[in-house]
């Protein structure tokens, strides 16, 4: 479920990603992580950059791993 939501791209995927990202259970955040680092756009930003400044644990290093998985455009 969270790898389709990760290819649709839309604003409301990342924030229902951005939501389900604070499981406890690793497999989930792994999948959480990989769909969140198929979207792009300032809002997928915006939100990952918040999640991101109170994210610990796991969740800071999958949120570090999406954001340092994106390249800028050439």
């Known amino acids: 479920m969270f ?5 649709i ?4 995927s990342a924030e229902f990603l ?13 999948a959480v992580a990989e769909a969140l680092g198929r979207l792009r756009g300032e809002s997928a930003a915006k939100g990952m950059a918040g999640a991101l400044a109170r ?6 290093a999958a949120l570090l791993r999406v ?3 994106w390249q800028e455009p050439k």
């Open 9 to 12: 791209g839309d604003a409301s």
């Open 18 to 30: 951005l939501e389900a990202i604070w499981t406890d259970k690793k497999v989930e955040l792994d």
């Open 67 to 69: 954001l340092g998985s």
């Open 55 to 60: 994210a610990k644990g796991p969740v800071r």
């Open 3 to 7: 790898r389709a939501l990760g290819q």
